[in-house]
């Protein structure tokens, strides 16, 4: 396997340890102007499982203990946007080597050049553009100040407060937010019939009927190109735990600089 960065090597000991699998024919290489992404390693047949990710390392507002440590009256003032877990990741990132996503989270980034980062005289040259409607800077900083930042002020037994200008600052709000946004996506609720209650997270055993299905966060992120098969417990059709993707129609070669666009997700 092709590894460039120690961070690519830190990522995938943590994801393997935690009971991740990454198909030893796919490699991890560097890709000029476009970030990190797999290769193909060797052929790879139609329908060959390229990884698996047990649910448990998903990082979702299901499985970050913060919202059993905040208690649901301080939980639900977060609102059923994307603030809940914006600040999941924000808390869990302040806890170092004590989260259990530690292995990912030291390995996002940590500035973007997207317009939400913009400057206010850079965003001038975009005068007469209706995109400057839609960035949603204005919106954001709102929800953080009206629903995030008295919670964090509020709750120093959670949210330590020597962090506040750092992992909880408005500018990690922001970033943690793009952090979403390029790297979430929403899987069908684990929970079935044959479920039992020691096989879903601690969180899941609160009633979510009226909670928004949230975005789950993990390390690898699928294009629109490949399919996810859904079956009746879940991604490709496996039980609660654990989510399969597969090769889409031809397969992939080594001959070929196939990718499967985990561009910038690890």
């Known amino acids: 396997m092709d590894i460039d960065r120690p961070t690519t090597e830190t990522f995938l000991r943590w994801f393997e340890s935690s009971g991740g699998t990454l198909n030893p024919s796919v490699g991890i290489s560097e890709f000029p102007g ?7 390693l060797h052929d790879i047949q139609k329908d060959s499982v390229l990884f698996t990710i047990p ?10 203990a913060l919202r059993k440590h905040l208690g649901e009256k301080d939980w639900s003032l977060l609102g059923k946007g994307w603030q809940p877990l ?4 924000m808390w869990e990132e302040s806890r170092g080597s004590n989260s ?14 997207t317009l939400m980062f913009w400057t206010q005289q850079e965003l001038e040259e975009l005068q007469g553009s209706t995109i400057r409607d839609k960035i949603g800077k204005e919106e954001a900083e709102k929800d953080y100040h009206e629903k995030v930042l008295p919670i964090l002020q509020r709750r120093y037994d959670i949210f330590d407060p020597n962090f506040l200008d750092t992992f909880f600052s408005l ?23 044959n479920a039992s209650d020691e096989s879903r997270p601690e969180e899941q055993e609160e009633n979510d009927e009226d909670e928004e299905n949230p975005p789950q966060l993990i390390a ?14 879940g991604p490709a059709g496996l039980d609660e735990t654990e989510t399969k993707m597969k090769t889409r129609m031809m397969g992939m070669t080594s001959e070929t600089e196939s990718r499967w666009c985990l561009w910038q997700t690890f």
Do not use: C
């Open 220 to 233: 690898a992120q699928p294009s629109q190109q490949d399919d996810v098969e859904a079956g009746p417990n």
């Open 34 to 40: 476009m970030g990190r992404g797999a290769v193909a």
């Open 100 to 113: 259990p996503w530690s292995g990912y989270l030291q390995d996002m980034p940590t500035s973007f050049d």
């Open 55 to 64: 649910r448990g390392i998903l990082l979702s507002t299901k499985t970050t």
């Open 171 to 193: 500018q990690r709000f922001h970033i943690n937010g793009s952090r979403i946004l390029s790297r979430s996506f929403q899987v069908e609720d684990w929970q079935d019939d």
């Open 86 to 89: 914006i600040v999941s990741m």
